[in-house]
C-alpha cells in the first residue's frame, strides 16, 4: 500500500448492549415463550433457581432445559421460526426505537473526523427471539444465547452466555474477530487490534453486567448502567461508588433524556481522543520518514 492511502484506523466507536433490563423492563421470556407454554414468571424462575442449585448446575442452562420441558408436558411445539416470531411481543425502553438514529445523527454532526459508530449486543437471552424484535437489524453483530434444532424433541442449547463469559465477545470486538468458529486466545499486539477499548461504551441494568463493565473500563473503556423510571436506583449507586461505571440513568433512551446527555459526553470524550491519537499517529508518520 502507498503512503499515500495509509489512514489512521482506529476510528471505529462500539457501543455495546447487554438486553434484558438494559433496553427492555423484563426479562424476554416473560413476553415470549413463558405466556405461550402458561408458566408464571416468578415460578418458572424460581424453578430454575432451585434446580441449578439442587444440581450445582449453571442457571443458562437450566434455564434453556426447562423452557422446553414445560413446553414439551404442555403439548406445545415451538421451533425456530415461532421463536423469533415471538420476538415482536417484547417490550422495550421508552426510546429505544428511534435511540439509534439520535445517537447516530448526533456523532455525525460533532465528528471533526471520519467516525464508524456500530452497536452491537451481548445478551444472556435467546438470539432467535432477540431477531424477531424491531431493534435486531440496527445490530452490527448480536451475541447471544441460542438452541440447535437439528431434532426438535430434544432441542438444546448450542451456545449458552454467562455473566462471565460476556467478556470474551468484548474481546472479539475490540480485536475485530466476531466469527464464533474462530479462537481469541492467541496474542494480538495492541496496536492491530481494530477497536481499541478506550471507544467502546457498554450498557448494563446491574450486577449481571459487572464482569463486562469491569473488563471494559479495566482496559480504557466506559461504561453506563441503567434503571427503570420510579424504581430504586440502589444498584446503580453502589454499581458507581464502587467504581464500575462512569454514569447512571433512567432507561429512558429519548433525545434529551438524562442518559441520552451522559452517553454523548462520553462519545465526545471518545472523538477527541481519536482525534488526539490519530494526529500523533500522522506526527509520528512523519518523523519515521526523515
Known amino acids: ?28 421470556q416473560e413476553y415470549t415463550v413463558l405466556p405461550k407454554i402458561g408458566q ?17 448446575a449453571d442457571a443458562m442452562h437450566i434455564y434453556m432445559h426447562l423452557m422446553y420441558k414445560k413446553a414439551k ?31 447516530e445523527e448526533y456523532v455525525r454532526l460533532r465528528a471533526e473526523t471520519g467516525i464508524e459508530l456500530r452497536h452491537y ?8 427471539i432477540i431477531e424477531g424484535t424491531h431493534i435486531y437489524p440496527r445490530f452490527h453483530n448480536v451475541f447471544a444465547s441460542e438452541y440447535l434444532f437439528e431434532a ?10 454467562t455473566d462471565t463469559n460476556k467478556t470474551q465477545f468484548l474481546f472479539r470486538i475490540n480485536k475485530g474477530i ?18 481499541p477499548f478506550a471507544n467502546m461504551i457498554y450498557f448494563g441494568d446491574g450486577e449481571t453486567d459487572v464482569p ?25 449507586q453502589t454499581l458507581y461508588e464502587a467504581g464500575r ?16 446527555g451522559r452517553t454523548c459526553l462520553l462519545l465526545d470524550k471518545i472523538m477527541a481522543d481519536i482525534r488526539v491519537s490519530e494526529e500523533k499517529w500522522r506526527l509520528t508518520r512523519t518523523m519515521s520518514r526523515r
Request: net charge positive; proline share 5%; hydrophobic share 40%.
Open 152 to 161: 426438535y424433541d430434544l432441542p438444546f442449547p448450542k451456545r449458552v452466555i
Open 178 to 195: 466476531e466469527d464464533l468458529t474462530l479462537s481469541i486466545n492467541s496474542h494480538m499486539p495492541e496496536e492491530e487490534r481494530p477497536i
Open 40 to 56: 408464571k414468571a416468578k415460578d418458572f424462575w424460581a424453578e430454575v433457581e432451585q434446580f441449578a442449585a439442587s444440581h450445582e
Open 245 to 260: 461505571i462512569d454514569f447512571f440513568a433512567a432507561a429512558d433512551y429519548t433525545r434529551g433524556s438524562d442518559l441520552f
Open 1 to 28: 500500500m502507498s503512503a499515500a492511502k495509509v489512514r489512521y484506523n482506529k476510528k471505529t466507536i462500539a457501543l455495546v448492549y447487554d438486553f434484558d433490563g438494559t433496553l427492555s423492563p423484563k426479562p424476554m
Open 212 to 236: 463486562s463493565m469491569a473488563v471494559t473500563r479495566k482496559n480504557g473503556g466506559h461504561a453506563i448502567a441503567v434503571y427503570p423510571k420510579r424504581k430504586s436506583k440502589k444498584k446503580c
Open 121 to 128: 449486543m451481548i445478551s444472556s437471552g435467546l438470539k432467535e
Open 73 to 103: 408436558e404442555a403439548g406445545i411445539r415451538i421451533d425456530r421460526k415461532d421463536l423469533v416470531s415471538l420476538g415482536a411481543k417484547v417490550e422495550l425502553f421508552p426510546g429505544v426505537k428511534t435511540w439509534f438514529d439520535n445517537i
